[in-house]
């Protein structure tokens, strides 16, 4: 058994400190904000302790059996709102309206797992009629911002050959100007209507929420003739469990407890490369 620690700046006291507790048979420094500590000693009441420990001392804890690797892997896929972005842009565009309390308020029940996501969307999209579209357009240049460590991670994993999804509840407003400007391969997310300049309050077609989100990462994996096993999926809330579910790696960014709980690997602290020190 493997433990990967990461955390961020000036952190190698704390790194070490916590990988002394594994009584590793190695250390490997894998750069000045990560080290991966092999042959580990591991009890279920040990890895609770250093967990807690390692989440007192601000750094990541990644339990893994052998060493993978990023060729392992075919495909990054990743939801939209607070995790590749650090914003939720339903909550941001109701701000425009005044209105982003009750909007946040449903978004949050319904990304703890609280409430049905296609009824929960639809609720807050209809609190939107009546809105500039123009608004879409402040979000996006005022407001939205990538999450730390996002576009570190797609180079390298562009740069070693993987393709990438962007699958959103969000909007492809969104979504179509990420996609030029991050060099992403795929998106799918929710189509807002507009009419006269206006949205309307309604969303056009089928809801993406959880299962068509996991359709979407299957159907990408079949036109790239791969398995769904050798692709990465990342995501923060309840809607992006279903994805995670057929992954080869399942990452729960920031995230929701009882995301962080079923995922393969939890980033609370490091940035979303924090990946690239888990494969290689």
């Not at 990967?4 to 009584?23: F, N, W």
């Not at 048979?25 to 991966?36: I, M, N």
């Not at 960014?253 to 602290?269: G, H, M, Y």
């Amino acid at each position: 058994m493997n433990l990967v620690l990461q955390g961020l700046g000036d952190c190698q006291p704390r790194l070490e400190r916590i990988a002394a507790l594994t009584a590793p048979e190695r250390v490997v420094q894998l750069s000045a904000t990560a080290l991966r500590c092999e042959g580990i000693s591991y009890s279920p009441a040990l890895r609770q302790t250093i967990e807690v420990a390692a989440h007192a001392a601000q750094l990541d804890a990644t339990y893994m059996m052998g060493i993978h690797k990023l060729d392992e892997f075919k495909l990054v896929a990743m939801d939209m709102d607070s995790t590749l972005i650090t914003i939720e842009c339903i909550d941001e565009i109701a701000d425009m309206q005044g209105l982003k309390p009750q909007v946040a308020e449903i978004t949050e029940a319904a990304m703890r797992g609280e409430l049905d996501f296609s009824e929960s969307l639809k609720r807050r999209v209809a609190l939107l009629e009546g809105l500039e579209a123009s608004a879409l357009e402040r979000v996006y240049e005022e407001r939205l911002r990538l999450s730390p460590g996002a576009e570190e991670m797609l180079k390298a994993v562009q740069a070693a050959g993987l393709k990438t999804l962007l699958v959103s509840g969000g909007f492809t407003y969104f979504t179509e100007r990420l996609k030029p400007r991050l060099g992403l391969d795929y998106t799918r997310a929710n189509e807002l209507e507009i009419v006269d300049g206006k949205l309307t309050g309604r969303v056009l077609g089928e809801i993406v929420d959880a299962d068509v989100k996991k359709q979407t990462v299957e159907h990408v994996c079949a036109a790239m003739g791969i398995r769904p096993d050798q692709a990465i999926v990342m995501g923060d809330g309840a809607n992006d469990l279903k994805m995670m579910s057929v992954a080869g790696m399942s990452v729960a960014f920031r995230a929701k407890p009882v995301v962080r709980e079923q995922a393969s690997v939890a980033l609370n602290f490091v940035g979303l490369d924090g990946i690239l020190h888990l494969l290689g």
